[in-house]
């Protein structure tokens, strides 16, 4: 696969591969990825500013119009933000739009998306667990160890109630998440924080049905004790062996409701 930054490229002949003139939406969409290529590659964050209109123009060959165009764009997916009388700059990450492609991803998989679901989450979620336990075995995390008991023990009062458990089962993952410290996978454990809290509701159901409520939280259990011990490896594994059972309960959907998606 080639490396070639597409701004490279943006200023060639006006023609592709087929002798086609390029049209102003190709240049503009290629002047997009342009400039995503342009943010990846110099680590541009939140806030920072990039090269003026004019600038990039020159920079990629193009008009200023396809350069207005393909931030146009971007601005609107909210990647950039414009601002009148100034470049545009970086906006922080938006987490919708990934969410959006996952949910979409979820919803055209096979049998509604729990399986795709629970491959996605499975190993991320471990990796969560692991890096939450070391995160919180300093000293001076104890007001975020005290508050994970505290969900903890929050749960195990809420266990008989079907609709409040899952709220904080979905409350507790998150938590986890967060105290990774790792913002990429809490971004994308987040972005799928819907069907999600759909799967858990179906999962409750489930087990209501089957006679199986409270192995779940004996696994909350064993994975918050691990964590708030400094256990990387055990919180891991813990993790590693709730993700399976989930999985392999594989609930129906509830009545009136398709599959997680």
Do not use: C, K
């Not at 993952?173 to 987040?190: K, M, P, T």
């Amino acid at each position: 696969m080639s490396t070639t930054p597409a701004w490279a490229y943006l200023s060639d002949d006006g023609t592709g591969e087929e002798g086609t003139a390029l049209s102003r939406e190709s240049l503009a969409a290629r002047a997009r990825q342009a400039v995503l290529d342009l943010i990846d590659d110099e680590g541009l964050g939140e806030g920072d500013t990039l090269p003026a209109t004019g600038a990039l123009a020159e920079r990629f060959g193009v008009s200023r119009t396809v350069v207005r165009e393909a931030l146009s764009a971007l601005a609107a997916l909210g990647i950039i933000e414009i601002a009148n009388g100034r470049s545009a700059s970086v906006r922080a990450p938006d987490h919708s739009l990934i969410r959006f492609s996952l949910a979409r991803a979820l919803r055209e998989s096979p049998g509604g998306g729990f399986t795709a679901l629970m491959d996605l989450r499975s190993p991320l979620e471990a990796r969560a667990a692991r890096l939450a336990a070391v995160s919180l075995a300093s000293e001076e995390r104890s007001e975020d160890r005290q508050g994970l008991a505290d969900l903890l023990r929050e749960m195990g009062e809420a266990l008989e109630d079907s609709e409040r458990y899952p709220q904080l089962d979905l409350r507790l993952h998150g938590e986890i998440a967060r105290l990774s410290g790792n913002l990429a996978l809490q971004g994308v454990l987040d972005a799928v924080r819907t069907p999600l809290f759909r799967a858990m509701q179906d999962l409750r159901a489930t087990r209501d049905t089957r006679g199986l409520v409270g192995a779940e939280h004996a696994e909350h259990v064993r994975i918050v004790e691990a964590i708030l011990a400094g256990n990387a490896r055990g919180a891991e594994a813990a993790m590693a062996e709730h993700m399976e059972a989930v999985a392999s309960l594989d609930a129906p959907a509830a009545p009136g409701r398709t599959r997680p998606g």
